[in-house]
């Protein structure tokens, strides 16, 4: 493995980017709908967009150095805004259209990147109290009560590794205050390597691969033509050829909402061997849909390809935040090698200090293993029943799903074939603000760290994710606005659509 402790330099503001590209829809005359309005037969919705997009901070031609900063937010010295990911900009952008987490009931949030968290048909009950022993007000261990950490590799060798030579132990298990935090930890401690991606794929990569500059960024786009599947052989051949010594992946795959399992998942594993390190976010392996009955209760892990746990070189990020449904209690965990976890240790004393005490130990009863399998038996079946539920919607609204989702609680759902300007993600998500829906524009998934990449021609222009993460109602309350706007759509024209869009609000926190 290649572990070193960098500094953490800053980044750019990425939220300013998106803010500028929007200004350009306060008026029609300077609107992308007005601008397709009178468009020549020889150009389209994505060329216009492309072409505002390029005059943007961070996108201009290269040989050009992009500002990285706003200047209007940049007024302590030494001090420059990091940026958010496109899941925060979206709402904020929310807020500046009247939402806030007081009158949220009012809104359907398909965007939110969490599950419902309360009680779903035939689990447990939620926990609604925690104990707080004396002993659990004094700091943990950076890497973890020991409790926890032994739950955590009993339950892996529980599911996984049953009969396997190899067995995690406690010195396997890094605890951490959430999977961002673990996998900072992680890329403080990589040293200068290529570090392969994949486009589209979560929208945090983009902040730890730019703020971790010994992480060098290499993009790989996956093709919907093969259902966003990693090519595992394409990817050998780019260790051989490139050098690639990292590589990071979401697995069940946010936001496509597709899986890599089995004799895929086998040989994605074995590519440990050759000298790649793979860091495997694994935040949403309960979330799998099967077709048959007799295969609901599993869930997918590269926990179960590895032969070695401490000279494999593969690690996998986890936690409550997903699986549990206890996105709140900030509990999750890295896996890996002992020595990976030594050095996480190290990382931790300086990047956030360790996950919170008491929450640790409320945590130890949650993975005992008949619980976990009751747990995840309810969860599929809920979940499952919203996936299809919101599909048939869709379906209605002559919305299909070009590829739909395998598993996680997310629909990747291709904008194309409506009228322009409402076929780019950006403008579709503006325009169901002023419905109060929230949904992310795809162009977000687009990872671009420090933006090295043009992204005029981006393959998530024509794209949103969708969340089936809320309460049923929510869902049917954002597809009703969904099918609001696109009636109107086909029904009226678009020349209302693009612009009037609201200005971001600096609201004082306790307004919100």
């Given at each position: ?116 968290v309360g009680p779903i048909p035939d ?48 010195e396997n298990v890094c605890i951490v ?192 293993p008949s619980q976990v399998k009751h ?138």
């Amino acid at each position: 493995m290649h572990l070193h402790l960098p500094r953490i330099p800053s980044v750019a503001n990425f939220a300013h980017q998106v803010q500028e590209v929007m200004k350009h829809f306060r008026h029609e005359k300077e609107s992308e709908a007005h601008q397709v309005s009178s468009l020549s037969p020889h150009r389209n919705s994505s060329q216009i967009f492309s072409q505002i997009f390029r005059q943007q901070v961070g996108h201009q031609p290269k040989g050009f150095l992009p500002q990285t900063v706003n200047p209007d937010e940049e007024t302590v010295p030494g001090i420059e805004h990091p940026g958010s990911t496109g899941v925060i900009y979206c709402s904020d952008r929310a807020m500046a259209n009247g939402f806030s987490y007081a009158n949220s009931h009012e809104w359907a949030n398909l965007g939110q990147g969490a599950p419902e968290v309360g009680p779903i048909p035939d689990a447990l009950p939620r926990p609604n109290s925690i104990s707080m022993p004396v002993d659990s007000l004094e700091y943990a261990p950076t890497t973890g009560v020991k409790a926890l950490r032994e739950a955590v590799a009993h339950l892996y060798n529980h599911t996984y590794r049953q009969g396997k030579n190899s067995q995690y132990t406690y010195e396997n298990v890094c605890i951490v205050p959430g999977g961002r935090s673990g996998l900072s930890r992680v890329a403080a401690v990589v040293s200068d390597v290529y570090c392969s991606y994949q486009i589209p794929d979560y929208t945090a990569y983009d902040q730890v691969l730019s703020a971790f500059k010994r992480l060098v960024p290499v993009p790989t786009v996956l093709d919907p033509e093969c259902k966003y599947r990693l090519d595992i052989e394409q990817t050998k051949r780019d260790i051989r050829t490139q050098g690639l010594a990292v590589i990071i992946a979401s697995n069940p795959r946010n936001p496509t909402g597709q899986v890599i399992a089995g004799k895929d998942l086998k040989e994605l594993v074995a590519l440990s061997k050759e000298g790649t390190t793979l860091i495997l976010d694994e935040f949403y392996s309960w979330y799998i849909y099967p077709e048959h009955e007799r295969d609901f209760g599993k869930s997918v892990s590269s926990a179960e390809y590895i032969d070695d746990v401490n000279t494999d070189s593969v690690v996998i990020i986890d936690g409550l935040t997903k699986n549990w449904r206890l996105p709140g209690w900030r509990v999750c965990w890295v896996l890996g090698p002992k020595n990976l976890i030594t050095a996480l240790s190290q990382s931790g004393s300086f990047l956030d200090g360790g996950a919170n005490h008491p929450m640790q130990l409320a945590a130890v009863s949650l993975l005992e293993p008949s619980q976990v399998k009751h747990e995840k038996l309810a969860l599929q079946k809920h979940f499952k029943a919203k996936r299809d539920h919101v599909l048939k919607r869709l379906h209605d609204l002559h919305l299909d799903v070009d590829i739909p989702p395998q598993a996680t609680f997310y629909i990747w759902l291709n904008l194309e074939k409506l009228p322009p300007p409402l076929n780019n993600g950006l403008t579709f998500f503006e325009e169901l603000l002023k419905e109060k829906t929230i949904v992310i524009p795809g162009i977000f998934f687009d990872i671009n760290p420090s933006h090295r990449r043009n992204l005029f021609n981006s393959p998530c222009h024509h794209f949103v994710r969708l969340s089936f993460g809320p309460p049923l109602e929510d869902l049917d309350k954002g597809i009703d606005a969904i099918g609001r706007v696109v009636r109107a759509a086909r029904k009226e024209g678009t020349k209302k659509f693009g612009h009037s869009y609201k200005k971001s609000l600096e609201t004082a926190p306790e307004q919100i």
